[in-house]
């Protein structure tokens, strides 16, 4: 229950296009959702976060869609550029009671320039 | 915005010494920080949660006597890998966080055990 399954494992987008990162978790009772960028030899840097009760967030090309009643949240970035090729990890929490965070295993984005 | 140091970025040393890793927060106060471990190409591991004054908290499998965690003040935390063998070498991340604030991350320690 305390899982967050995220897919694709990797994934290839032409530059200019949309790169989709979709995740899922089980327990209800998470109510923060941040999406993490980590380049290689860097830790992971907070690229933007939601709580459940709004649907949707975004932040110049980067959106995240939330889906309450499907437990379920994507990543979707937009113009995709090659300066965007890192790995992408979801996560969630539990911010109210200051709980530590569960993460998805990650997504290797290439941008093909 | 909030900023987390961790030093060294980089460290080899010979199997059966002990490596320290410093982990700061520069602009803020961490009540409570958070060490990692992530392997190549997988996903972050949380060994253990540490509050300021407190003895750390443990994840299930993580070896207390081998990793040695210190939070001994608001702005600083040390993971010490005693007695270093070659199966250690991994990326070790802290994180730092203010009560009820988002995690922030350091830049990460590769070790490496010879």
């Known amino acids: 229950q305390q899982q967050v399954k995220q897919s694709p494992q990797s994934l290839i987008v032409q530059k200019g296009g949309i790169s989709i990162i979709n995740c899922a978790y089980e327990n209800t009772a998470f109510d923060y959702f941040p999406w993490y960028q980590q380049f290689p030899g860097k830790g992971p840097a907070l690229l933007i976060a939601i709580r459940p009760d709004v649907s949707e967030k975004k932040e110049g090309r980067f959106t995240i869609s939330f889906n309450k009643s499907a437990k379920q949240f994507s990543l979707h970035i937009m113009d995709s550029q090659p300066g965007d090729s890192a790995t992408y990890f979801c996560?969630?929490?539990?911010?109210?009671?200051?709980?530590?965070?569960?993460f998805g295993k990650g997504t290797r984005l290439h941008i093909l320039p | 915005g909030a900023v987390v140091s961790q030093h060294p970025s980089w460290v080899i040393c010979k199997s059966g010494t002990s490596v320290k890793i410093e982990c700061r927060s520069l602009d803020f106060q961490a009540t409570t920080m958070f060490w990692y471990r992530q392997f190549p190409k997988q996903s972050l591991m949380l060994m253990a949660t540490?509050?300021?004054?407190?003895?750390?908290?443990?994840e299930q499998g993580v070896e207390k006597d081998k990793f040695l965690i210190n939070h001994a003040s608001l702005t600083l935390s040390t993971l010490t890998v005693t007695s270093a063998h070659p199966e250690d070498s991994s990326f070790y991340i802290c994180?730092?966080?203010?009560?009820?604030?988002?995690?922030?991350f350091g830049d990460g320690t590769r070790l490496s055990i010879l």
């Open positions: 996560a969630a929490s539990r911010m109210n009671r200051d709980d530590k965070i569960i």
């Open positions: 540490s509050n300021e004054g407190s003895k750390a908290t443990y």
């Open positions: 994180s730092a966080r203010d009560n009820f604030q988002p995690q922030h």
